[in-house]
């Protein structure tokens, strides 16, 4: 059973920051890629950001120069900087861990966190 735990959720305001923690349990034989997305009310979940294993990061535009994501391989804990936060990056934001199970590739969520920007 793989399990992905997320922390660091909250309120803060306008210009301030948070780190989010998703940290990986469970059997799994490679981890493909850690991401995270998130989901605004009455929206699409969307994706702020992806980490390949071994691979350059990938950043939604509009977090560009804002979020940074990075991982613990030896933990398998994937996090998210969010600096200079905005009241419209509040969202649940969601870890996703993309894994070999020996047969094929799995999609894993975390149960999300809340972050609310207030202006």
């Known amino acids: 059973q793989v399990q992905l735990k997320e922390s660091g959720g909250g309120l803060v305001q306008a210009g301030g920051s948070l780190r989010l923690s998703c940290a990986a349990s469970g059997t799994f034989l490679s981890i493909n890629s850690m991401n995270w997305y998130r989901q605004a009310p009455g929206k699409q979940r969307e994706l702020v950001a992806r980490l390949p294993s071994g691979g350059d990061p990938l950043y939604a535009d509009s977090v560009k120069g804002r979020f940074t994501i990075s991982r613990d391989n030896a933990e398998n804990t994937v996090y998210l900087q969010m600096n200079s936060l905005k009241p419209e990056d509040t969202a649940v934001y969601y870890c996703?861990?993309?894994?070999?199970?020996?047969?094929?590739?799995?999609?894993?969520w975390g149960q999300g966190t809340q972050v609310t920007v207030s202006s």
């Open positions: 996703d861990m993309v894994a070999y199970s020996g047969s094929y590739y799995v999609n894993y």
